[in-house]
Every structure is written in structure tokens, then in C-alpha cells.
């Protein structure tokens, strides 16, 4: 079993749509939490951090629940600028700060 | 100030032959990672350094070797290249500070072995 896994898609989502992502991860020692977003042939850069509590950046909405081990995050009005893939990261105990990603969701939003 | 550069962004190798890549960053940063991205298989550490002079191996370090002799320098090695090394490499660095965790990364580079 991968240690982060998330569903390939592609989601196709018309503009203004709303679209949910989902993430789990296999590590319950697992502490910090991130969604990264990556360009087609660009390098990946953080979107957001991910609390217990959930947090939101003006349209996106992200929730830990550490339970089920699941991470998600929802982008409401999608605008075409959106479209991207959408990495789950999950940082596990130790110094090193390694990441761990997931494969990502790839997403296209629609005219 | 740059960020992270890496070199070079493209290179073609036959099988066998050895490259190096060079990670710089202007940043300051004590963490330096490198990755392979390959489809379907997400961003996978190949190794990593926690400082000047420190390297460790991270989940897929057979047939590279790393080296970080200046703080803002991260080189990666491929002494003899396969087509299963056939990626898209990407360099990236974090700061030390508690409970920061943000990796910056560099553009990429695409490797092809032949």
C-alpha cells in the first residue's frame, strides 16, 4: 500500500464548479499535512498547509481528519488558472523533514 | 534572488554514460532534497542533506551519489546511467526553522538514457 494515496482523475470541471480532492495516508505518526500544486512541466509549489481544525484561503478549503487518516481540499467557483495537479504531502516524524507525496490529482477546468 | 536553479534543464545520455547535476540555492537554507518524478509515481527522495558536508540516502538512492560540499550547492551523480533513470529530476531546499516545512523547488531537469 502506498503511504499517500490520492485518485489519479482527471477531474473535468466546468468554470465555477466546485470540485473536492481527497487524500488519505497510511502513517498515523504522520504530523504536518500540506497540499502542493504543480503546473504542466513546472515544479511543484505549496498551495497550502493542512490543520486538525481545517483552514481556508479564500477559495480553498482544507480538512485533516486524523481518524481516518484522510485529507482534503475543496476549491469552490473553479477558475480556468485551476487547472493543475493537485499534490496531497504528508510529513512524517524525524528530522529530516521529508515529504512524502502523493501521486496527484490532476485537474482541468473548463470554459 | 533566484530561489533555486538547477543545470542543466535538459540532457540526453546513452546507457552507461555518467552525468552530474547541479542543485543552487540563494536562499540560506540547510535542507537540500533531491527527487525523481516519474508518471504515476509522484515525487520519490533519491537523497537528501541536512547541512555543509552531510548527505543521507532517501527511499530510492541506488545508482546515484550526492555530494554537498558548499552550504548553497546540492550535486547529484549518476556514475553510469540506465534507461530506468529516464525522469524528471527536481532539486529542492527548506529553511531550519520549527514547524517550517515548505520545500522550495528548483525548475527540473529532464533526463533521458538511451
Known amino acids: 500500500r502506498k503511504e499517500v494515496e490520492q485518485d489519479p482523475g482527471p477531474f473535468n470541471v466546468p468554470e465555477g464548479a466546485t470540485v473536492a480532492f481527497n487524500c488519505t495516508y497510511s502513517?498515523?505518526?504522520?504530523?504536518?499535512f500540506f497540499w502542493y500544486r504543480q503546473d504542466c512541466r513546472k515544479e511543484p509549489k505549496l498551495l497550502m498547509s493542512?490543520?486538525?481544525s481545517g483552514n481556508e484561503d479564500g477559495r480553498f478549503t482544507a480538512q485533516l481528519n486524523r481518524a481516518s487518516q484522510y485529507i482534503s481540499l475543496l476549491i469552490r467557483d473553479s477558475k480556468l488558472s485551476d487547472s493543475a495537479t493537485y499534490l496531497c504531502?504528508?510529513?512524517?516524524?524525524?528530522?529530516?523533514?521529508?515529504?512524502?507525496f502523493g501521486s496527484g490529482t490532476q485537474l482541468t477546468v473548463l470554459p | 534572488n533566484a530561489g533555486v536553479t538547477q543545470t542543466p534543464k535538459f540532457r540526453v545520455l546513452k546507457t552507461g554514460q555518467s552525468m552530474t547535476l547541479l542543485c543552487a540555492q540563494d536562499?540560506?537554507?540547510?535542507?537540500m532534497y533531491w527527487y525523481r518524478q516519474d508518471p504515476g509515481m509522484g515525487l520519490r527522495l533519491i537523497h537528501y542533506?541536512?547541512?555543509?558536508?552531510?548527505?543521507a540516502k532517501g527511499e530510492v538512492p541506488d545508482g546515484y551519489n550526492v555530494s554537498r560540499l558548499k552550504k548553497q550547492n546540492f550535486l547529484l551523480g549518476l556514475e553510469s546511467a540506465a534507461p530506468s533513470q529516464t525522469s524528471v529530476y527536481f532539486c529542492?531546499?527548506?529553511?531550519f526553522g520549527q514547524g517550517n516545512y515548505e520545500q522550495y523547488f528548483g525548475p527540473g531537469t529532464r533526463l533521458t538514457v538511451t
Open positions: 529542492a531546499s527548506s529553511y
Open positions: 502513517n498515523s505518526a504522520s504530523q504536518s
Open positions: 493542512v490543520y486538525s
Open positions: 504531502v504528508v510529513v512524517s516524524s524525524g528530522s529530516a523533514r521529508q515529504l512524502t
Open positions: 536562499m540560506n537554507h540547510e535542507y
Open positions: 542533506s541536512v547541512g555543509e558536508g552531510t548527505t
